[in-house]
T-cell receptor, first 114, second 112 residues
Framework: AQSVTQLGSHVSVSEGALVLLRCNYS??????LFWYVQYPNQGLQLLLK??????LVKGINGFEAEFKKSETSFHLTKPSAHMSDAAEYFC????????????FGDGTTLTVKP | DTAVSQTPKYLVTQMGNDKSIKCEQNLGHDTMYWYKQDSKKFLKIMFSYNNKELIINETVPNRFSPKSPDKAHLNLHINSLELGDSAVYFC???????????FGSGTQLSVL
């Protein structure tokens, strides 16, 4: 079984400041890790994913995340927040043996202040 | 062309009614899903189909019955709707069981 914990249900940053959204996972086998973003009244869309290989992955809109196996973490960062980044962010884990069952974290609401 | 489309976008109905939500994907994916997002934005998988075959059936009441007539379509029928069924239901698809998910825009179900 796998699980995901997103630390901080609400994160508020000023425009231009660093964005850091935290995600820790639990998995008995090597996981596939994803970050999704959900804008109001829309479905989720993929920001980035880690499967194998390079542990620092770059995604859309200037976001990146680093897979740290020793810390079981996959934190999402962006150097400089834009107002348009305000949304709900979900971390998800999928493992190979679980027939496509992605487990999602509870989400983090990102607010960007002008 | 919308990759994953679901209808209707909004559904308002009375307790006890039966309703259906339809989903279609034009991505050629083999795997389709239904997810439920509650009022606190928690997202939970309900069902997963791979090439028309049910592969994941989470602890969902029997009142919920998915149907996949072909691998591009996955519909969700709900019998005897209850207040607690009010939520946003998302359809999604993926190329395979480990791939990224493509989500529809959701169906907001309100049971009065």
């Amino acid at each position: 079984a796998q699980s995901v914990t997103q630390l901080g249900s609400h994160v508020s940053v000023s425009e231009g400041a660093l964005v850091l959204l935290r995600c820790n996972y639990s998995s008995s086998v090597p996981p596939y890790l994803f970050w999704y973003v959900q804008y109001p009244n829309q479905g989720l869309q993929l920001l980035l994913k880690y499967t194998t290989g390079a542990t620092l992955v770059k995604g859309i809109n200037g976001f990146e995340a680093e897979f740290k196996k020793s810390e079981t973490s996959f934190h999402l960062t962006k150097p400089s927040a834009h107002m348009s980044d305000a949304a709900e962010y979900f971390c998800a884990v999928t493992i190979n043996t679980n027939a496509g069952k992605s487990t999602f974290g509870d989400g983090t609401t990102l607010t960007v202040k002008p | 062309d919308t990759a994953v489309s679901q209808t209707p976008k909004y559904l308002v109905t009375q307790m006890g009614n039966d309703k259906s939500i339809k989903c279609e994907q034009n991505l050629g994916h083999d795997t389709m899903y239904w997810y439920k997002q509650d009022s606190k934005k928690f997202l939970k998988i309900m069902f997963s189909y791979n090439n028309k075959e049910l592969i994941i059936n989470e602890t969902v009441p029997n009142r919920f019955s998915p149907k996949s007539p072909d691998k591009a379509h996955l519909n969700l029928h709900i019998n005897s709707l209850e207040l607690g069924d009010s939520a946003v239901y998302f359809c999604a698809s993926s190329l395979d069981a480990r791939g990224k998910l493509f989500f529809g825009s959701g169906t907001q179900l309100s049971v009065l």
